[in-house]
């Protein structure tokens, strides 16, 4: 049978650079259909995704993923090739190694002995897999639940495979993230000659005092489980080039990360009445990417701390930081989510890896979560 190991080097080899799944999901589909599982492929776009179920009654504890991976950068910076699985030292080499194609390979072999042994289980086994988490994640796990919802189809327990730990093997699972809310804005000036500012108006200059007051506010206090809202201009651009010229206008992108004590709604209002008080001769679009979820102590919390411990004699700690996952997408039908895999500290760099022994110890993880979740 293929070991974990085998199954994350045949993913790693395949260069899945977002969206694109270059076959991933069909080495997948073929494992779960050997353990009895019925797959739908659920294609959004250029977006690969498959749905798999075994079994049809609740509770349904499902595995989610992603298949696809950020470009490998520049070669050089490598010292394997990217989508060469090279092992050294005990380490995996490869991109995808930690983000997530190992994570997706020790679940994919937890299954086939979990259903080995427990052929009759209790509920439903599933796993939801995409290829769209690392780009822009519209015709990925987004539609793929909108599809369930829709025929009314529930998960009950979701594990998403996101490399959560820092510096062992589950001493962090995530159990929840902040919300994203991005702001596109542009700041309208007239162009003119530095040499004649009375017949131009400068938009930096203007808006300037607008940006400096939202950088200095304080959104809320966060609270026990996230930390304070922030917020962060990730990009300005005005200008010609030249240094003679006073800029016609301005762009800004921007970004808050915002905990359960404040809406979107009341970020976007609260924004654009400290705009309206500086200068209105702006245009803003809004986009947000999620809202922040919470998954409180209840089962799938427990079933995973209790399985750390007993695989890796640790007590983990829970946490709500980092970027966005897929989650903010599943937790609000209702789900318990968490994220719970390998170290992160080598995700999206040169030379990203995960130690062998690492891949056996989240199959051993996963394993006792199916355990103490569909045999009780």
């Excluded at 599982?37 to 349904?60: D, H, I, Q, Y």
Aim: proline share 5%.
């Amino acid at each position: 049978m293929t070991t974990t190991l085998e199954l994350c080097k045949a993913l790693i080899a395949r260069p899945s650079i977002s969206p694109d799944d270059e076959g991933c999901q069909e080495l997948l589909i073929a494992e779960l259909e050997k353990l009895g599982f019925t797959v739908e492929k659920l294609p959004f776009g250029k977006v690969a995704n498959f749905w798999a179920k075994r079994g049809n009654s609740a509770p349904v504890l499902c595995f989610a993923g992603h298949t696809d991976v950020v470009p490998a950068g520049n070669p050089a910076a490598w010292n394997t090739e990217p989508f060469v699985p090279t092992i050294k030292n005990g380490l995996l080499f490869g991109r995808g190694a930690a983000d997530m194609k190992g994570s997706i390979a020790a679940m994919i072999t937890a299954c086939r002995s979990f259903i080995h042994e427990h052929p009759d289980h209790n509920g439903t086994l599933a796993f939801l897999i995409t290829s769209d988490e690392e780009s822009i994640a519209v015709d990925g796990t987004k539609r793929v639940i909108a599809t369930l919802e829709a025929r009314n189809e529930k998960i009950t327990w979701c594990i998403v495979g996101e490399p959560s730990s820092t510096k062992l093997t589950g001493d962090v699972i995530r159990n929840g993230r902040r919300g994203s809310l991005n702001g596109t804005l542009k700041v309208n000036g007239q162009l003119g000659h530095v040499a004649y500012p009375h017949l131009a108006k400068n938009p930096i200059h203007a808006f300037l005092p607008a940006l400096t007051e939202l950088c200095a506010v304080a959104w809320d206090e966060g609270n026990e489980y996230f930390p304070p809202t922030s917020f962060q201009i990730s990009n300005i651009q005005a200008g010609t080039g030249a240094n003679n010229v006073i800029p016609g206008d301005m762009s800004v992108l921007f970004n808050f990360r915002f905990s359960t004590e404040v809406t979107a709604a009341q970020l976007q209002a609260t924004t654009e009445a400290i705009f309206n008080r500086h200068y209105q001769d702006y245009d803003l679009q809004w986009q947000l990417s999620g809202e922040p979820f919470l998954t409180p102590e209840g089962k799938l919390v427990r079933a995973a701390s209790e399985s750390i411990q007993e695989v890796m004699g640790i007590q983990t700690s829970l946490s709500t930081g980092g970027g966005t996952s897929d989650g903010r997408f599943i937790a609000p039908t209702g789900a318990e989510v968490v994220e719970l895999g390998p170290l992160n500290s080598t995700i999206h760099q040169a030379n990203e890896h995960i130690a062998v022994v690492e891949l056996e110890r989240l199959e051993a993880i996963y394993r006792r979560m199916l355990e103490k979740l569909l045999l009780t």
